[in-house]
C-alpha cells in the first residue's frame, strides 16, 4: 500500500506545533535552504522522517521523504551557526520554537541540534509542509534518550 503524501497548512500557533512534530528527526542540507527576500519566502527541502508510518505497525519499513517547508510574508531571517557557505553540512532538525513579538510580528524559531537555530521573522503565521515524490527505505530510525 502506498503512502499518501502528507500537506499540512499552520495558520496558528497550535498548527506549527503540528508541523514541528512532523517534522522531527528531519535533515536539511544548508543547500537546501533559501531566503527569497523579494517574495517575502523562506523555503527549505527537507528529508523527513515518516513517524506517522512508523507508528501504524511494529513491521512497518522506516521511511523517509523529501518535504518542502515554506514560510510566507516573511519579514527577516537570521541564522546562529548555520554557514551558507558550507553547502555541503546536513542540520538535524527538532523543533519550531513561536512566540509573538512585542510589535506583534511572530518569531518562528527552528531549532537545530549542535545549537544551531534560524529565526524567521513574520508578520503572520503562514506555513505549509509539502512531501515531494516517493518515499524511500531507510535503515536507521532515529533514535532519543530517555530523561
Given amino acids: 500500500m502506498k503512502a499518501k ?34 517574495n517575502k519566502i523562506f523555503l527549505m527541502q527537507l528529508n523527513r522522517f515518516m513517524w506517522e508510518d512508523v507508528e501504524k505497525g511494529v513491521f512497518r519499513k522506516n521511511k523517509r521523504i523529501r518535504t518542502v517547508l515554506k514560510f510566507e510574508n516573511v519579514l527577516k531571517v537570521l541564522s546562529k551557526n548555520v554557514n551558507r ?46 512531501d515531494q515524490g516517493e518515499a524511500w527505505d531507510t535503515k536507521n530510525k532515529p533514535k532519543h534518550k530517555s530523561i
Fill in 5 to 38: 503524501n502528507l500537506k499540512l497548512i499552520a495558520r496558528t500557533e497550535e498548527d506549527l506545533r503540528v508541523v514541528s512534530a512532523h517534522l522531527q528527526d528531519s535533515i536539511v542540507s544548508v543547500s537546501d535552504i533559501a531566503n527569497l527576500k523579494k
Fill in 85 to 130: 557557505h558550507t553547502k555541503n553540512k546536513f542540520l538535524d532538525f527538532l523543533a519550531i520554537e513561536t512566540h509573538v513579538t512585542p510589535d506583534k510580528n511572530y518569531e518562528m524559531k527552528i531549532v537545530f541540534a549542535g545549537d544551531s537555530i534560524i529565526r524567521v521573522i513574520s508578520e503572520v503565521v503562514e506555513v505549509t509542509l509539502d
